[in-house]
């Protein structure tokens, strides 16, 4: 019997005010990069997938983070991802952002900043989202007895891409995961 070919992933993650880029051959991380800055998401990613390319420019799929996250970086990420994947007639899937921040704890709660002095939040039992994800002020998300990681609770915690690769496996996502209207709207709408 011949061996399966190793699949080259292209894994994108822009929920949050990073923007991470990671390339896998199989499960073996080959590129990690990302940039930090909320508003930064258009300018860092074609720069972190061209380095990414530099490694490997043959990719099979792409996986990217569906969210929550604030719209616009979000957006930026998604459209990116499914813009690439139709260029190279390739598929794309998508994983629940928070479902890939990695937390040491059998029951617990991971947050990230969702701006406007709320958190996205989600509960996890043993690796597995039970509830969410929502969006919350941290207060609320504080009254809540489970433990909590992340935005407003310990250090910001960010999506791994292995993770987001293995949950667009396991759990895919096809939908952008916005949990709030965004700021603008058209003149018609406003009151």
């Known amino acids: 019997m011949g061996e399966f070919p190793v699949m080259n992933s292209l894994v994108i993650d822009t929920a949050t005010n990073r923007t991470s880029v990671g390339l896998f051959a199989g499960n073996d991380l080959i590129y990690s990069g990302f940039h930090d800055g909320a508003t930064a998401h ?30 616009t970086g979000l957006r930026v990420g998604i459209v990116f991802a499914q813009t690439f994947a139709t260029a190279r007639n390739i598929p794309w899937r998508g994983a629940c952002s928070l479902d890939g921040i990695d937390v040491d704890s059998d029951l617990y709660i991971v947050t990230t900043d969702a701006r406007r002095k709320e958190v996205y939040w989600a509960k996890y039992e043993n690796g597995i989202r039970i509830k969410g994800p929502e969006v919350d002020a941290p207060s609320s998300v504080a009254q809540l007895p489970e433990k909590k990681f992340g935005f407003g609770f310990t250090e910001d915690l960010y999506p791994s891409l292995a993770l987001l690769l293995a949950k667009s496996i396991t759990s895919p996502i096809t ?17």
């Open 42 to 71: 258009a300018e860092a990613l074609p720069t972190l997938v061209a380095a990414a390319l530099k490694v490997n420019n043959e990719i099979d799929q792409v996986i990217v983070g569906m969210g929550p996250g604030p719209f």
């Open 175 to 191: 939908e952008p995961m916005y949990l709030r209207r965004p700021d603008a709207v058209p003149t018609s709408e406003r009151s």
